[in-house]
Nanobody, 120 residues
């Protein structure tokens, strides 16, 4: 089992910045990909950004150039630096970890989520 604990959410004004952290613990060997997903009220959960153990990254078009995902492998922690935040970034942000390439997020582990609210 893998436990994921997110932190860093909060309330920020449009144009501001936040950094989310996700610390993994438990049986954490062989985690291939970690990512951030978000879910706004009435909407489906969507990918924000992901990063593999080799450092390959993937971003949603809506956050490219504003958000940066990074991973500290020795600390088993993944970060999401969010700059130039917009009201439409408001959502609950979830951390996800999957063990093997080819597995989707639904086959992995989820954190409890952290609320990000961007005021206009």
């Amino acid at each position: 089992q893998v436990q994921l604990v997110e932190s860093g959410g909060g309330l920020v004004q449009a144009g501001g910045s936040l950094r989310l952290s996700c610390a993994a613990s438990g049986t954490i060997f062989n985690i291939y990909r970690m990512g951030w997903y978000r879910q706004a009220p009435g909407k489906q959960r969507e990918l924000v950004a992901s990063i593999t153990s080799g450092g390959d990254t993937n971003y949603a078009d809506s956050v490219k150039g504003r958000f940066t995902i990074s991973r500290d492998n020795p600390k088993n922690t993944v970060y999401l630096q969010m700059n130039s935040l917009k009201p439409e970034d408001t959502a609950v942000y979830y951390c996800n970890a999957v063990r093997f390439a080819g597995l989707g997020p639904g086959s992995g582990y989820w954190g409890q989520g952290t609320q990000v609210t961007v005021s206009s």
